[in-house]
Structure formats: C-alpha cells, structure tokens
C-alpha cells in the first residue's frame, strides 16, 4: 500500500487539526495504520494507531484525551484529529501502515507516508 499524508499547517495554541492519510494500491483496513511524529533534533515517535476494523488501539501519553482516531473505508483514509494542540506538538507527522501488533517500533511497519508538518505557535 502507498500512503499520502496531508493536512498540516500552522495553528495556534488550543486550536484543532485533522490530518489525514490516504491509502491506494491496497485497502488500509487491511492494516493497522499509526501516526508518528518528528520534532526538530528529536527522534520519531509514536503518537496514535488504530486497528483495521476502525476502533483505535493505542496512544501515547502525549495525546491521550486530545487526539482521535477515525477511519473512512469507502474513501481509504485515515484521520486523526488533533485537537488542544500546544507549541510542543510541532512536528512533521508521518502515518504509517502494518500488520504487526508491535506498533511502536518503526521496524514494523511496511509502508509511511511522506509526513506533513504541523505548527503551533502563538
């Protein structure tokens, strides 16, 4: 499966995003699909992932409550929406696909997206 992320910009504190991440050439649902995230100078890590039925799966401490996990089947895409965001979620976002449950290690996935990037600031 191919991946296209989109939908970031520059926001500021508190506001809301969502982004998306298109899939062609292979149903996501087929997949668990993730989103990391890469600030400056700082490794890529893990923000949100959610199952191939639709429900999500997981999430990391830094999103728990704020960010959302949704998929549409018909339009194979897959959609966090992120809001309450703060100056420290400035980052270029990557969705990512895999059939592993070991979703936090990049090693698993077999397809990423080519990132977008998000700002937050006042």
């Known amino acids: 499966v191919q991946l296209q992320a989109s939908g970031g910009g520059s926001v500021q504190p508190g506001d809301s995003l969502r982004l998306s991440c298109v899939g062609s050439g292979r149903a996501l649902s087929d997949y668990r699909v993730s989103w990391f995230r890469q600030a400056p100078g700082k490794e890529r890590q893990f923000v949100a992932a959610i199952r191939g039925g639709g429900g999500s799966i997981a999430y990391a401490d830094s999103g728990k409550g704020r960010f959302t996990m949704s998929r549409d089947r018909a339009k194979n895409t897959v959609f966090p929406q992120m809001n309450s965001l703060k100056p420290e979620d400035t980052a270029v976002y990557y969705c990512?696909?895999?059939?592993?449950?070991?979703?936090?290690?990049?090693?698993?996935?077999?397809?990423w997206g080519q990132g977008t990037q998000v700002t937050v600031s006042s």
């Open positions: 990512a696909a895999t059939f592993s449950v070991d979703l936090r290690s990049e090693n698993a996935y077999l397809s």
